[in-house]
C-alpha cells in the first residue's frame, strides 16, 4: 500500500517561492507521480505529472513557474514553485497512480493521494 506524506505548504506574499515534498511509502517505484490542486468552492485541477524516467507535463497555468521532480533514493517528489500568484492559493496534493496510461490522465484522478499541504498566496 503507497502512502504519501505532503509538507511544505505555507503563507507567501505574490511573487515568492514555495518548495513542497511528498515523502512516498510503500512501492511506487513504477507508478506516475504528481500535483494536483483543490481550491474552495472550486473543482480540483491537474498541476502536473511526472513519469518514471523523469518526463513531465504542466497545466498550462503553472507552466514556466512550477518544477516537479523526484529524488529516488529519499523516495521524495518535489514541487517547487515560483512567480506564485494569489490564483495558485490552494491545497496542494501529492498523488499516485500505478495505471498503465497513468502519464495521460491528471494527478487529480490517481489513485493514491495524500492529505494535503495548505499554500496561500496574498498579494
Known amino acids: 500500500q503507497v502512502q504519501l506524506v505532503e509538507s511544505g505548504g505555507g503563507s507567501v506574499q505574490s511573487g515568492g517561492s514555495l518548495r513542497l515534498s511528498c515523502v512516498t511509502s510503500g512501492d511506487a517505484s513504477r507508478y506516475c507521480m504528481g500535483w494536483f490542486r483543490q481550491a474552495p468552492g472550486k473543482e480540483r485541477e491537474g498541476v502536473g505529472v511526472i513519469s518514471g524516467d523523469g518526463n513531465t507535463r504542466y497545466r498550462d497555468s503553472v507552466k514556466g513557474r512550477f518544477t516537479i521532480s523526484q529524488d529516488n533514493a529519499k523516495n521524495t517528489l518535489y514541487l517547487q514553485m515560483t512567480s506564485l500568484k494569489t490564483e495558485d492559493t490552494a491545497m496542494y496534493y501529492c498523488?499516485?497512480?500505478?495505471?498503465?496510461?497513468?502519464?495521460?490522465?491528471?494527478?487529480?484522478?490517481?489513485?493514491?493521494r495524500g492529505q494535503g499541504t495548505q499554500v496561500t498566496v496574498s498579494s
Open positions: 498523488a499516485a497512480d500505478p495505471g498503465s496510461m497513468c502519464w495521460y490522465r491528471e494527478a487529480s484522478t490517481y489513485q493514491h
